[in-house]
């Protein structure tokens, strides 16, 4: 009797399928990634015409014989979250892949998390991985029909994992900069499908970008304004304002107060 197919998870539809819309971002123009990178591409590993598959086409019989791919921009860095998903459409032999994030420097025939400035969730064991073949505990393992997404928390320089719609924590902290989405396959006939904010997010990451803007906005609040500066503020206001009579008002009532705090 044939085994049944993994059916894929189905999200439930609450982030936006226009992903770029809620980042808040400071410089508009920075390119984000759209796309996988083509030309610099491991002979291991084919993509598909969309540039959004990606499949292994080599035997896994080395430890060399790795393939890692990553996207045609890295990372935005002026912006609050940046978070991608891909969707596992089959594991493979063995299973062997790992979703992650790593900078221009990374060897595409190495798992992402095994090299400096690399950082990944391994499916095969549920490990994280940081310029290590050990890893650490850290989620469940993950395979055909899962979707795993990456956040990158731009401000706190914090990379999390999410798996179909749950975020498992937070992973890495003080991450380098400059990281490009990039995952590792590494058994026949593995294939994956990646979600740059084209369609519905399995997470909703809408709700991590409020947090993170309000805590920005909190922290902004918190920080003590001298009162040379208000006053500053308020001289400029009414002066460019035309309301002459009110900022005379004003220095007379402030130099009142500071004689009497000179007696």
């Given at each position: 009797?044939?085994?049944?197919?993994?059916?894929?998870?189905?999200?439930?539809?609450?982030?936006?399928?226009?992903w770029h819309g809620i980042v808040d971002a400071d410089d508009p123009?920075?390119?984000?990634?759209?796309?996988?990178?083509?030309?610099?591409?491991?002979?291991?590993?084919?993509?598909?015409?969309?540039?959004?598959?990606?499949?292994?086409?080599?035997?896994?019989?080395?430890?060399?014989?790795?393939?890692?791919?990553?996207?045609?921009?890295?990372?935005?860095?002026?912006?609050?979250?940046?978070?991608?998903?891909?969707?596992?459409?089959?594991?493979?032999?063995?299973?062997?892949?790992?979703?992650?994030?790593?900078?221009?420097?990374?060897?595409?025939?190495?798992?992402?998390?095994?090299?400096?400035?690399?950082?990944?969730?391994?499916?095969?064991?549920?490990?994280?991985?940081?310029?290590?073949?050990?890893?650490?505990?850290?989620?469940?393992?993950?395979?055909?029909?899962?979707?795993?997404?990456?956040?990158l928390l731009c401000g706190s320089r914090e990379i999390f994992f999410?798996?179909?719609?749950?975020?498992?924590?937070?992973?890495?902290?003080?991450?380098?900069?400059?990281?490009?989405?990039?995952?590792?396959?590494?058994?026949?006939?593995?294939r994956v499908s990646f979600n740059f904010g084209a369609a519905p997010?399995?997470?909703?990451?809408?709700?991590?970008?409020?947090?993170?803007?309000?805590?920005?906005?909190?922290?902004?609040?918190?920080?003590?304004?001298?009162?040379?500066?208000?006053?500053?503020?308020?001289?400029?206001?009414?002066?460019?304002?035309?309301?002459?009579?009110?900022?005379?008002?004003?220095?007379?009532?402030?130099?009142?107060?500071?004689?009497?705090?000179?007696?």
């Amino acid at each position: 009797m044939a085994q049944a197919r993994p059916q894929p998870y189905q999200p439930a539809g609450k982030s936006s399928a226009s992903w770029h819309g809620i980042v808040d971002a400071d410089d508009p123009s920075e390119p984000v990634p759209t796309e996988l990178n083509t030309v610099d591409l491991p002979r291991y590993l084919a993509v598909g015409k969309d540039k959004l598959t990606v499949r292994y086409v080599g035997r896994g019989n080395h430890s060399q014989d790795v393939g890692s791919v990553r996207t045609d921009w890295p990372c935005p860095q002026r912006c609050l979250v940046y978070y991608y998903e891909v969707t596992v459409q089959d594991s493979g032999s063995r299973g062997l892949i790992a979703v992650g994030m790593a900078d221009s420097a990374f060897p595409l025939t190495r798992q992402p998390g095994w090299e400096p400035n690399s950082y990944s969730y391994a499916g095969y064991d549920g490990r994280r991985y940081f310029d290590s073949e050990r890893g650490e505990p850290y989620g469940p393992c993950f395979g055909a029909g899962d979707v795993v997404g990456c956040g990158l928390l731009c401000g706190s320089r914090e990379i999390f994992f999410t798996k179909n719609g749950a975020h498992l924590g937070v992973a890495f902290s003080e991450v380098a900069i400059g990281l490009y989405p990039t995952i590792g396959m590494h058994s026949p006939a593995e294939r994956v499908s990646f979600n740059f904010g084209a369609a519905p997010f399995a997470f909703d990451i809408a709700s991590v970008v409020r947090s993170q803007r309000d805590a920005r906005i909190a922290a902004v609040l918190e920080r003590p304004l001298p009162a040379v500066s208000v006053e500053a503020l308020v001289r400029d206001y009414l002066l460019h304002a035309g309301y002459g009579q009110t900022l005379a008002a004003l220095e007379a009532a402030l130099d009142t107060a500071r004689c009497r705090q000179a007696r």
